[in-house]
């Protein structure tokens, strides 16, 4: 029942997307074929279902979010409560959204383990911060059992927006697409052992919204300009709608720069 979710796949790990809410926000499942070791990205409102029954026999190693809107974080506490152990990750800037509902929906309060980041136990995660450079291109490694996961932070629709590259400590040889993936638009030199998780930074033709409390335009213009200095294509697997590359994209940014 798994192959109509998989919209990534190698000789490694394949990842499982299956959207949820009224923002029809993505939920991704990274699922390792040697260890069945899993990582949770994003689970928002009303996945925990799904990720609790999908994860039957696997080993969930953590939890990641790439920014903390409620869409993207709603079943973080449910989840954490299910998988007792299980680490929680979170841009350091955007841990106050979660530990307090800030946009008043009732939001279930959680508390992140890691703070993507942070440089001592110290720094202030209930603060309220605004979008800012500061913090523009920080990279965070983490190795979560057979997995590197790689924070890469864009503020702009978030202080703390980030994008997830994930891929295995065990990559293997083949770099052709996956026979059930969603295959982006423009797959020329795609890599296939590592995918991004773009969250609501961009999207399929799209950007993140930049107009939100907490949110600034400059800064989702500098993360931009940022962004097009990446040299390899990645598939992105972003937080709404379908997946696209890194190059696809790169065709599209100039445009929304214009606009912003």
């Not at 500061?134 to 503020?155: K, S």
């Not at 409390?213 to 697997?237: G, T």
Request: aromatic share 10%; charged share 20%.
């Amino acid at each position: 029942m798994q192959e109509k979710f998989i919209v990534f796949e190698n000789d490694s790990f394949k990842v499982l997307r299956k959207a949820f809410g009224e923002y029809q926000t993505n939920c991704y499942l990274t699922l390792d074929k040697r260890t069945n070791e899993a990582l949770i990205i994003d689970a928002g409102i009303g996945a925990s279902d799904w990720v609790i029954e999908t994860l039957k026999g696997a080993k969930p190693l953590a939890i990641l979010n790439t920014h903390g809107h409620f869409d993207h974080i709603w079943s973080n506490a449910e989840l954490t409560q299910h998988f007792v152990g299980i680490p929680l990750l979170c841009p350091l800037e955007d841990a106050f959204m979660l530990m307090q509902d800030c946009f008043e929906l009732g939001l279930p309060i959680s508390t992140p383990n890691i703070l993507v980041g942070a440089q001592t136990k110290s720094d202030d995660a209930l603060s309220p911060k605004t979008s800012d450079t500061h913090n523009l291109g920080r990279q965070n490694t983490y190795e979560l059992g057979n997995f590197v996961v790689e924070f890469i932070c864009y503020p702009g629709h978030t202080p703390g927006c980030s994008v997830i590259v994930v891929e295995s400590k065990h990559q293997g040889a083949d770099s052709s697409p996956a026979q059930n993936a969603e295959s982006p638009k423009d797959i020329s030199s795609l890599s296939k052992q590592r995918v991004m998780f773009s969250g609501d930074f961009i999207f399929y033709r799209s950007i993140g919204r930049s107009d939100f409390p907490y949110s600034s335009n400059a800064a989702m213009k500098a993360s931009l300009e940022e962004f097009m200095q990446r040299q390899e294509n990645l598939q992105i697997l972003p937080g709404h709608g379908e997946s696209t590359s890194v190059a696809q994209e790169k065709q599209n940014i100039p445009y929304w720069l214009t606009r912003l």
